[in-house]
Every structure is written in structure tokens, then in C-alpha cells.
């Protein structure tokens, strides 16, 4: 699950970070209050952020300054309802402008290949980190935090030096240690901070330098949300694919995939599986869903539609290993979801196992265009020639 950057600043916050202070907005109106508020304290400007879930906000004009309460204001009416690749922006961030000296980039990612949690610096920062990566991969700073002992100080001093913080060793360290224990703690996949920045204040003698997390993006570990009751909250459904949702109230696991194949199979191994015989078969799964173990009838319709709401869809696979699901359910399912569905795609369906005769039987009796397997291979050989029929 994908934070918003306000939602993520509040988690950095928490830790004990240096986040700017922020307020939230969904009326130009609220904007101009939470400015004027910010520039009665002393600040020179603000800067109005979009809120929305992709980066790149800058560059498509979502991140403007204000010197006043007017400019403010205009500037959010301008964002509040903007279209940021293809996403409409409901709310924005109204923060004090800072005084940039150097931007920099620090994020803990999960590296699932060493198993480990790995922090990443690079000291240009403003760059996107992928475009880095493939130019100058050198520049980006890797330290792994040891699975047990977490961040040791000695590694995050070293990315401090190597991000050439030495002058802000301590502001430094704490942070690169507070990205790891935000991750950890909030079961978060990744937490990023670009910019990170050296800031210049005014101080009672005269100006200092401090580090400041500029801009924030977390996303969460979906499997571990149950632990923290108040990260649901955070969800924003305005932002969420439909399908995604649908799919989390039916209790279905669902990722949508390129191809033309829908599948819908019980098991997640089998559900792999299944679409690796695609490929095999020359063909290109549509999306993995997994029914779960004893799917009832009206699940394996939702299922059905789900698939059928993506409009590349043009063949249907269903394989199903009956064991705590029951054969016959699914054929029920099935039969049903076919009634009522709005648009007409073959359908190979391969049952084995607990009643699987039952579930022939149904099929059969249903009538109609559905295609019946007796293997695996044959029903992926099926789908994927009837896909290929409609593409014709
Ligand atoms: P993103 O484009 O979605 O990553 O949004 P960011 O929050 O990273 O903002 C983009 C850029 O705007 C940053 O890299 C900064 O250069 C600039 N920016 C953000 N906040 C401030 C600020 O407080 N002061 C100044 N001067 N620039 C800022
Ligand atoms: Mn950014």
C-alpha cells in the first residue's frame, strides 16, 4: 500500500526525524489559511505540494512556491482538481519553503535478493533514482542492515561520510538509522526521502545548516497492515485500481498482468503455475487470481467479473484443484457469473478432484458455450488458441 507523502512525513515525524512542519488542504480557501499561518511565523514562503501517488510531482507542475497568501491560494486552485498522470488531485501539502543548499537522496528498500534491508544514498540528489542507477550506478551508496542487529552505527556513519555529510554526522546517522527503524517498525517495503537536503535556517547568530527531509514516500508491506490498526486509515480508495479493491473485500488475491489470459485457479502455487503453462502455450496470462481454498459460489462470481472488467481479457481459464474447494461450488460459480455477465469471452474450465463429476455435470447442464477440460494441458491449450481466435 502506497502512502501519500503527508501520511509518510507522519511516520518519519514520529520517528523523531526533521520533517517540516505540514498541513493538509482539499480547498484553496484551507490553503490560504494554513499560509498565512506559516507566514505570520516568520517563514518567507510556502511550498504547495500535490498530493497524489506518483512520484514526479515537480516536474508535472504539482510543487510550486508562494511568497504570499494570495499567491497560495491561486497556486493551489490551480493543483487542487490538476490531472498528474492520470490521477486528480484532491489534496495538497501547504509546507515553509526551505532554503536548499544540497539535495541528496537516502531510502531503505527491502532487498529481497540478500534477504536484508538495504539503505541507498546517493549524494546528487533531485535526479530520479532509477535514471541514477542506469547512469551512474556508482554514485548510489549500498549498506545492508544486518537482519539481527539492525543498522550498526559504523554503517550508518559510513554513509553519512559517503553522502559527504561529515559537517552533519549526527543529524546524519539518526536518520539513516530512523529510515531502517521506520521500515522495520511500520512494516514498510520501502521508505525514500528525495530530497533529502542540507537546509539553511536562520539562527539568533546568523544562518546554520541543518539536514531536512524535503519530500517522503512510503509503501507498506500488504500481508502485515493486520498488525498496525491504524494503517488501513491511510488508504486512499480515490487512488486505488477498483479492481484492487473489489478483489481485497472479496478476499481474493489479485494482481493484474499484461496479457489477454484471465485465470482464475485455486492455490497460489497452482495459480503460478497455471500461468507458467500459459507462457509454455505461447500465451500471456491477464492477471493471477487466486479464489483461495473453499471459495464459495458467489466468490468465484466476483472473481469472474473481476477478470471480465479488464477489457484485454479475451479468453477465461479456469483451473481448479478440488480439495478443500469443492468442484461443484465452482461450476455453480461459474454458471452463475456467466448469467449475468455483460460481455461474452470462452470460458475453459478444468475441474479436478473433490466433485469434480458434479461439477461436469453442472457445466454440462448449464450448456452453453464453455469449454471443459480433462487436463491441464489441454484446457491451457484451449484458452490459449481461443484467445488467439479473437484476436484474429
Ligand atoms: P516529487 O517531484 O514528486 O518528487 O516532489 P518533491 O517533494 O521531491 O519536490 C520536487 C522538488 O521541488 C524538490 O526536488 C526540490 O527541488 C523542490 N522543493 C521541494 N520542497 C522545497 C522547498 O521547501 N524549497 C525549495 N526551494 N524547493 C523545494
Ligand atoms: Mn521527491
Request: aromatic residues 2%.
Amino acid at each position: 500500500m502506497k502512502l501519500h507523502e503527508y501520511h509518510a512525513k507522519s511516520l518519519l515525524s514520529h520517528a523523531g526525524l526533521p520533517v517540516p512542519p505540514y498541513a493538509v488542504a482539499t480547498t484553496p480557501a484551507e490553503a490560504r489559511a494554513q499560509a498565512v499561518a506559516f507566514l505570520d511565523g516568520g517563514v518567507g514562503a510556502v511550498v504547495v505540494k500535490a498530493q497524489v501517488l506518483v512520484g514526479g510531482r515537480g516536474k508535472a507542475g504539482g510543487v510550486k512556491l508562494a511568497h504570499s497568501a494570495d499567491e497560495a491560494e491561486t497556486i493551489a486552485a490551480a493543483i487542487l482538481g490538476m490531472d498528474i498522470k492520470g490521477i486528480t488531485v484532491r489534496r495538497v501539502m501547504v509546507t515553509p519553503a526551505a532554503t536548499i543548499v544540497r539535495e541528496m537522496y537516502l531510502a531503505a528498500v527491502l532487498d529481497r535478493a540478500n534477504q536484508r534491508i538495504l539503505l541507498m544514498g546517493a549524494a546528487e540528489g533531485g535526479v530520479e533514482i532509477e535514471t541514477l542507477a542506469e547512469e551512474d550506478p556508482d554514485a548510489i551508496v549500498r549498506v545492508h542492515a544486518h537482519p539481527q542487529l539492525g543498522l550498526q552505527p559504523f554503517q550508518a556513519r559510513q554513509m553519512a561520510f559517503a553522502l559527504g555529510l561529515g559537517e552533519h554526522l549526527a543529524q546524519a546517522t539518526a536518520i539513516c538509522r530512523g529510515l531502517v527503524d521506520v521500515m522495520v517498525g511500520e512494516d514498510a517495503d520501502l521508505v525514500e526521502v528525495n530530497p533529502l537536503a542540507i537546509v539553511r535556517e536562520d539562527g539568533p547568530d546568523g544562518p546554520v545548516e541543518r539536514l531536512a527531509l524535503l519530500d517522503a514516500k512510503v509503501t507498506l508491506d500488504d500481508s502485515a497492515l493486520r498488525r498496525h490498526p491504524g494503517h488501513e486509515a491511510m488508504r486512499d480508495l480515490d487512488e486505488e485500481d477498483p479492481a484492487d479493491t473489489a478483489a481485497r473485500a472479496a478476499g481474493l488475491s489479485f494482481i493484474r498482468l499484461d496479457g489477454d489470459i484471465g485465470c482464475m485457479v485455486n492455490g497460489a502455487g497452482l495459480a503460478m503455475t497455471t500461468m507458467d503453462l500459459v507462457k509454455r502455450a505461447g500465451g500471456e496470462p491477464a492477471n493471477f487470481l487466486d479464489i483461495g481454498g473453499g471459495a464459495r459460489s458467489d466468490k468465484v462470481a466476483e472473481a469472474m467479473r473481476l477478470i471480465l472488467s479488464d477489457p484485454s481479457v479475451k479468453a477465461i481459464l479456469v483451473n481448479i484443484f478440488g480439495g478443500i474447494a469443492r468442484g461443484d461450488e465452482v461450476a455453480r460459480g461459474l454458471v452463475e457469473a456467466r448469467a449475468q455477465q455483460t460481455r461474452s469471452v470462452p470460458l475453459v474450465v478444468r475441474i479436478v478432484g473433490t466433485n469434480a463429476d458434479l461439477a461436469a455435470r453442472i457445466l454440462h447442464e448449464a450448456g452453453g458455450d464453455i469449454v471443459t477440460a480433462r487436463t491441464l494441458d489441454e484446457a491451457v491449450e484451449r484458452a490459449v488458441a481461443l484467445a488467439g481466435q479473437v484476436a484474429a
